[in-house]
């Protein structure tokens, strides 16, 4: 099994913070830049951030200023630190390495105001 598994979402308020988990196996962990994607409801999905082997980090501009992103070697897991969470920001999350067409569940993060 090579795909990460996220967790950690939930129903929180609007204002609130969370932080998604995404644990990966080592071979993947290592060797890959990592992601957070998102699905929201209607649309397509989108990357939310990215993180390199070497800690550089990408954001989708709309999230930069909440969202911080980053990885733990010690543990093969990488974050999504969510904070000033809005009700737009209700949706399904999740975790890939670059490269890998296919997906996980995901975790989902609902936002009530």
């Known amino acids: 099994q090579l795909q990460p598994v996220e967790s950690g979402g939930g129903l929180v308020q609007a204002g609130d913070s969370l932080r998604l988990s995404c644990k990966a196996p080592?071979?993947?962990?290592?060797?890959?830049?990592m992601g957070w994607y998102r699905q929201r409801p209607g649309q397509s999905r989108e990357l939310v951030a990215r993180?390199?082997?070497?800690?550089?980090?990408d954001y989708a501009e709309s999230m930069k200023d909440r969202f911080t992103i980053s990885r733990d070697y010690d543990t093969n897991t990488v974050y999504l630190q969510m904070t000033g969470l809005k009700v737009e920001d209700t949706g399904v999350y999740y975790c890939?390495?670059?490269?890998?067409?296919?997906w996980g569940q995901g975790t989902q993060v609902t936002v009530s105001s």
């Open positions: 890939n390495f670059d490269g890998n067409r296919r």
């Open positions: 080592p071979i993947i962990f290592r060797h890959n830049v």
């Open positions: 993180i390199g082997r070497d800690g550089r980090t």
